[in-house]
């Protein structure tokens, strides 16, 4: 087994989304995590399906995987970023129907997941409303899932309700363990935000594992570097990816990037190669 490196289009703002899907192609990854926004594939902008099967047949050509990102800023609310979510005040079924559309989309596209997460709460709101929120919302989506045969995974984001993998697992017992309810990990938030290191996280995650997103971090500081330039263990992380036997897209996260897209996809996917050069060659843990 190896392992799949695809890119971020949220981290390709600045190209068309064939542009950007044609650039990763040549640099030779194997997938793209889709961001749906209004610079690429905008949910709500009309001829959906045409658009989307524009983009199937693009991604079938390129050879590119895919995954339903679902972290645009501005797409429901132009004032607010990511909102309304899944535990606002109010908005929160305009949440729902966003991510409906994710899945219906990730089913037209043949995707292997759609990731989201829980939103952050507002002043006044204790955790037990947050919660019911929360599991209502999700509930409604994973229902949609089900009827489209969509995996989804939820990512726990640093700031949000549910900003750790421990709230992700709270978050699955509250719904009774649903299958489809996979977890996302993004690497360099478990530097960040969590009390182990990547390779630890990874490995408590397990079979659960449906989506991850990889870049650099510092502890306590949520911002998205590039390899080298934080305390992520690369070959590490990637040998835990290759013990629990992890088979999705592994995609690079770096959505503040768009500046020099190319060039830092370039790099990323030097870094990625090399790094998995050294944990194939590394023993397995046990």
């Given at each position: ?86 535990v ?47 599991t ?36 699955r ?14 690497v ?10 990547p ?32 305390d ?55």
């Amino acid at each position: 087994m190896t392992l799949r490196f695809g890119y971020g289009t949220n981290g390709f703002a600045g190209h068309r989304l064939d542009e950007a899907l044609g650039v990763l192609a040549d640099l030779g990854y194997d997938g793209v995590a889709l961001t749906l926004d209004h610079p690429h594939l905008d949910p709500f902008a009309p001829d959906l399906a045409a658009r989307t099967d524009d983009v199937r047949r693009r991604l079938s050509a390129y050879g590119l995987g895919v995954v339903v990102e679902t972290g645009a800023r501005y797409v429901l609310d132009p004032w607010r970023k990511h909102e309304p979510t899944l535990v606002s005040d109010t908005g929160r079924e305009r949440r729902v129907d966003y991510l409906h559309r994710a899945i219906r989309v990730a089913a037209d596209l043949g995707a292997e997941a759609v990731s989201f997460w829980s939103g952050t709460v507002p002043e006044g709101v204790g955790p037990h409303q947050a919660w019911e929120r929360l599991t209502r919302g999700v509930e409604q989506v994973l229902a949609e899932a089900e009827r489209h045969d969509v995996r989804c995974a939820f990512e726990p984001e640093p700031g949000m309700f549910v900003d750790t993998l421990a709230g992700v697992a709270q978050l699955r017992r509250r719904l009774g363990d649903p299958e489809r309810l996979t977890v996302t990990v993004d690497v360099g938030h478990c530097v960040c935000n969590e009390p182990a290191p990547p390779q630890e996280r990874i490995r408590d995650v397990g079979s659960l594992l449906g989506n991850v997103q990889i870049d650099d971090m510092r502890p306590g500081v949520h911002e998205h570097l590039e390899f080298g330039d934080g305390d992520v263990d690369l070959p590490a992380t990637l040998r835990a990816l290759l013990d629990v036997g992890y088979q999705g897209l592994v995609s690079v996260e770096l959505p503040r990037h768009s500046h020099a897209a190319p060039a830092v996809a370039a790099r990323s996917l030097d870094a990625l190669r090399t790094a998995r050069a050294a944990a194939l060659a590394a023993e397995v843990t046990p």
